[in-house]
C-alpha cells in the first residue's frame, strides 16, 4: 500500500532586526536556531538569509547560506531605504525549508519629520 506523509521543517525566526526597526548602517542579522530532535537529521544544517529591497524578494539583494545563526552583510546598505529579510533551513540533504516571515527594516532616519525652529523675539 501507498503511505503519504509531509515532512515538517522547524522555522528559524528572525531576532533582528526585528520588524519595522530603524537601522543606522549596515544591519546585524540573527534568527533562532532550528535544531530537530536530532540535529543535523530533522534540523538544519546550514541557513539561507535572503535581503531585497522588495517584499517579492525578487530581485535578491543579497542571499547567504551559512551554518550560523547570525549574519553580518560586507555589502553597503543605503540609508533612507526599506529593506526586507527572511531566513530559512537547509537540511543536510540540501533541502530548503520554508521561509520565516519577512522582516521589514527601515534604513537610517525613514519617518523623521523636520520643522523649522522658530525664533521667539
Known amino acids: ?7 515538517q521543517y ?6 533582528s532586526p ?4 530603524a ?6 542579522f540573527s534568527w533562532t536556531a532550528a535544531d530537530g530532535v536530532t540535529p543535523y537529521v530533522f534540523g538544519a544544517a546550514r541557513y539561507r538569509i535572503e535581503i531585497s529591497k522588495f517584499t517579492s524578494f525578487s530581485p535578491l ?13 560586507t555589502r553597503f546598505y543605503d540609508d533612507h531605504t526599506t529593506y526586507y529579510w527572511r531566513v530559512a533551513i537547509i537540511d543536510r540533504d540540501g533541502n530548503i525549508g520554508p521561509f520565516s516571515n519577512a522582516t521589514l527594516i527601515l534604513g537610517n532616519l ?11 523675539n
Not at 537601522?23 to 546585524?28: A, E, I, K, R, Y
Not at 539583494?61 to 552583510?73: A, L, V
Open 18 to 21: 526585528t520588524d519595522g526597526a
Open 110 to 120: 525613514p519617518n523623521h519629520l523636520f520643522l523649522p525652529s522658530i525664533r521667539k
Open 61 to 73: 539583494y543579497e542571499q547567504i547560506d551559512t551554518n550560523n545563526t547570525r549574519f553580518t552583510p
Open 1 to 7: 500500500p501507498t503511505a503519504v506523509f509531509t515532512k
Open 23 to 28: 537601522v543606522n548602517g549596515t544591519p546585524d
Open 10 to 15: 522547524p522555522i528559524a525566526k528572525p531576532l
